[in-house]
Structure formats: C-alpha cells, structure tokens
C-alpha cells in the first residue's frame, strides 16, 4: 500500500484527492459572491488582446522545449533488483544521521548504480562533484519494500560529497559521506 503511494500512479491519484477540499473552499466562496454581489461590475469585461494569446502561446511553448531539453540532463533512474552489466552495485543505508555504504572508493569511469533504502525517518542522498555542484539527489522513504536506485558515470576524479537533501531532525546538517574517486 505504501508503495503505491510513492511509485507511478499513486503519487498523482493521491496529489489529485489533497485538491478536493480546496475546490470544495474555493466552489463555496464563489458561490456565495454569486448571491452576495448581483449588482453589474463597474469595469467592463475585458476581452483577451491576441498579443494576451501570443503571450501565452510563446510560455506554453517555451515551457514544452525546455523541459523536453533538459531530459538528457536528468539523472538515470533503474531497478534496483534486475542484474545490469558492467555496472558496479552499492549499498545504502541511510539511517539518522549516516550512511552506511558498501563501497565508497571507484574509478574515472566506473558507471555505478546506487541502491539506497531508508531505515528510520525521510532521508534523501544527494551526490556532489568535487567542483560543488550537485548531481543528482534521490528520496528515500522509509518502509519502502524496493529500494531507490539511480546509475551514475564517474567522470572526473576527487571527493565527491554525500548529503542528505531531505531535513530529517537535528543532526540533518552532520548527515554527510564521501566518495572518492581516483584517476584511472
Ligand atoms: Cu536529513
């Protein structure tokens, strides 16, 4: 049931119902203006320009392209249980206020894929370039049964920080790892 929640569907069948009582607010209000104020509006109705249209087409559009651009920049989300080739597998565990990994030294080139679950409370990890910005972070609920995966190229050597994006008590801050990656 819980996964339901997070994974596919769930999420926007759940996103859909937290609506409801807005519109019920907000169908009720208009309603009662409707009978409060029958008197004519003292500015005229104003008709949309078509520069109002061009306008909204040009953001409409501008909203499409973009977000269909920056795909390729997004981070490669996977299985965490089906076998992928060549790919080096790492184990989290994120638990307030640390990770617990199975491998935290790689490769110029190492493809890794990191296989994270929570154990106690929200916690995300988030993996850093050595140059401060920030490449990928991923959720992790607790009491998720499938873990959270994501694969990511090594392609610059260095530490790599690990934080926790997700505020999770008062050590959140001291929630942090790195990964080192050395020259091929
Ligand atoms: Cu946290």
Redesign the pocket.
């Known amino acids: 049931m819980v996964d339901f929640i997070y994974t596919g569907w769930g999420a926007l069948v759940v996103t859909l119902l937290m609506q409801i009582p807005f519109l019920i607010i907000f169908f009720s209000i208009v309603n009662k203006k409707a009978f409060v104020d029958n008197t004519p509006a003292e500015t005229p109705a104003e008709k949309y320009t078509s520069t109002r249209y061009l306008w909204i087409a040009i953001v409409l559009i501008a909203f499409f392209v973009v977000n269909f651009a920056s795909v390729k920049y997004m981070p490669t989300v996977v299985e965490a249980n089906t076998k992928m080739a060549n790919v080096k597998d790492v184990d989290i565990s994120a638990t307030s206020?640390k990770f617990d990994m199975s491998e935290r030294n790689f490769q110029v080139g190492d493809t890794v894929r990191f296989i994270a679950k929570s154990e106690d409370t929200m916690?995300?990890f988030a993996l850093y370039h050595p140059d401060g910005e920030l490449l990928f972070t991923m959720m992790l609920m607790p009491g998720l049964e499938t873990a959270s995966a994501l694969v990511h190229t090594f392609d610059k050597p260095g530490i790599y920080m690990v934080r926790?994006?997700?505020?999770?008590?008062v050590n959140?801050h001291g929630?942090r790892s790195v990964i080192t990656v050395a020259e091929k």
Not at 164 to 169: A, D, Q, S, T, V
């Open positions: 206020w916690h995300s926790c994006l997700e505020y999770c008590g959140h929630m």
